[in-house]
C-alpha cells in the first residue's frame, strides 16, 4: 500500500559527495519520522540520521558534520546530503518511513522501508 523508492546511491571518491533521496507512495495519510539507516560490509547496521515531522535531526556520531538530512512533506520526500565521504562510509543506505497508512478510518501506523541504494566511496 506504501512504497518508498531511492535514488542517488553510487561511487565517489573520498571526500567527494552523494546526495541520496526517497520518495514514498501510495495511501498515506501522515509521515512522522524519517530516517536513514546503512548497513555496512561486515553487516553491521547503522542509524545514520533522522528528521521528525517539525524538523528536529538527529545524527550518528560518526556522521555529524558531513551529512544533512532534510524533508519535503509536500514531495513526501527525504534527502541524506553526504559531503566528505570517506570509505566507511560505504554501505547500504535504507530509508524507513513512520507512515499512518489510509484515506480514512480506520487509519493505522506502519513502518516501511526502501530498497536500498549502493553507496561505494574509493578511490
Known amino acids: 500500500q506504501v512504497q518508498l523508492v531511492e535514488s542517488g546511491g553510487g561511487l565517489a571518491q573520498p571526500g567527494g559527495s552523494l546526495r541520496l533521496s526517497c520518495a514514498a507512495s501510495?495511501?498515506?495519510?501522515?509521515?512522522?519520522?524519517m530516517a536513514w539507516h546503512r548497513r555496512t560490509p561486515g553487516n553491521e547496521r547503522e542509524l545514520v540520521a533522522s528528521i521528525t515531522n517539525s524538523g528536529t535531526t538527529n545524527y550518528a556520531d560518526s556522521v555529524k558534520g558531513r551529512f544533512t538530512i532534510s524533508r519535503d512533506n509536500a514531495k513526501r520526500i527525504v534527502y541524506l546530503q553526504m559531503n566528505n565521504l570517506k570509505p566507511e562510509d560505504t554501505a547500504i543506505y535504507y530509508c524507513n518511513y513512520a507512515v499512518t497508512v489510509g484515506t480514512a478510518q480506520p487509519l493505522y501506523r506502519k513502518d516501511y522501508w526502501g530498497q536500498g541504494t549502493q553507496v561505494t566511496v574509493s578511490s
Open positions: 501510495g495511501r498515506i495519510f501522515s509521515i512522522g519520522t
